[in-house]
């Protein structure tokens, strides 16, 4: 199936190594991955797996030691440049002296889009995220979610057909984060990206997934890439179901392959 | 209710203990003196009066606070603020070179610190000069600067304002490097990924970033600034400025100016930082910032 949509990301025998103090590290190791357009991919694994640091490879905030990975048939290097992709980190990291018009705009400015432009994409990508009617508020005056979706209108205001999110939920409370994933689908579902999500949430990945992505520490490599069966249209309480309970049960057999579960 | 609780109470409280030992030490300090003129006029006063008359000399050595803010009330309020006599007079003299000095020592530890935080060598060559600049004692560079100024022709303003910006472009500086280097990791990364230009990263986040720790170095630059101002007017031949108002007290041994020219720099100080205090919170409020 992903084979015949063109890859955004195809990465082949990709290893990083970093150098530290206790010696070296291999965060990643032999990761072959390609991931299609319009995908919904989840990495899921312990800490130190490298679910984060393959992220980090994509974007070029880190340098692959070993093997090869492509974005868009570009080094990452070169994809950055073009702004290939919006990225969401594990905290909004918002500018707390911006307001969140002026957070979304940021990128915008960077690029240099003329201020009629700027004014027409972050009218709709704060319509996108449900957060018009707080343009002029401050951060610290958002709740932990609403701060987080202002940073995923920040990333989607890029307009860039690839959105790299790293744990993006994982410092909200448990019904906060189902109410941004059911949202995340629906975004998913009207702009047609291909979305890469760093969690270590069996349920979040399972229900957001197109395909999951199960890591492993000690070296940081792919243990298993299971494919959802599961329809598109996806309501919350598609959770109880069967079919979902197989998936998350597969994706806990492949954690345990990958020895997640020992200390 | 709650800035009486918090604030005033416990600060009124030090201040009349500060002054009740004030009291003891000026009657304790300038007893001798009395007793020996008392004994020369062959007077035999009692020990209320005795009392009184130790805080009443013209020239104490130690004088009572009441003296001081009687002297102090005179100098500000009663005399024409253009008559050399006036302490508004003297203090408008140190404040403008003191102002002048800060604003030249602002600008210059900025722009180190720019320097600093992009410049790799300048990281490594300029940081342990600024820092051994700053263990020279002010008192020992200063007359050097009013002379050789004065040999090239440069008086009046400019040299005091100098030895103003030497004491206080250090902490600007330290605090600017501080201030540019604060941003999160995260902020950076995102910059990173948005392939922004270094100047675009500069103005839009590390400038930002920095404007707290600008306004907290600037209060200790203001004070140092002063500091410098006052120092600078005492090897100048005391013209005018609380520096020479000090030294010519202690020429004419006025212990009474020296004490009331030491509160009029209190004040200008206070007031100093008071105002710099208050332009941070208005430009972190214009900036966004939560109230406290």
Redesign the interface.
Known sequence: MTAVKPAVVAASKLGLTFQTNDGPVQALSNVDLTIGKGEFVSFIGPSGCGKTTFLRVIADLEKPTSGSITINGMTPEQAREKRAYGYVFQAAALFPWRTIERNVALPLEIIGLPKAEQAARIKRTMELVNLAGFEKKYPWQLSGGMQQRASIARALAFEADLLLMDEPFGALDEIVRDHLNEQLLQLWAATDKTICFVTHSIPEAVYLSTRIVVMSPRPGRVTDVIESTLPRERPLDIRETPEFLAIAARVRDGLRAGHSYED | MDTLRSKIIPVTTILLIIVAIWYVGAVAMNAPFQRDMDSRNNATPGTMEFIGKTLAQPKPTLPAPHQVAQNFFENTFTRKITSNRSLVYHAWVTLSSTLLGFAFGTVLGIVIAVGIVHVTTLDRSLMPWIIASQTIPILAIAPMVIVVLAAVGITGLIPKALISTYLSFFPVAVGMVKGLRSP?L??L????????SRS?TFW??RV?AS?PFLFASMKVAVAASLVGAIVGELPTGAVAGIGAKLLAGAYYSQTIDIWSALVAGSVVAALLVALVGLAGRLVDRA????PA
Not at chain 2, 189 to 196: C, I, R, S, V
């Open positions: 999160e995260m902020h990364d995102l910059m990173h990924t948005y392939n922004a675009q839009k986040l930002p404007v900036m966004g910032g939560r």
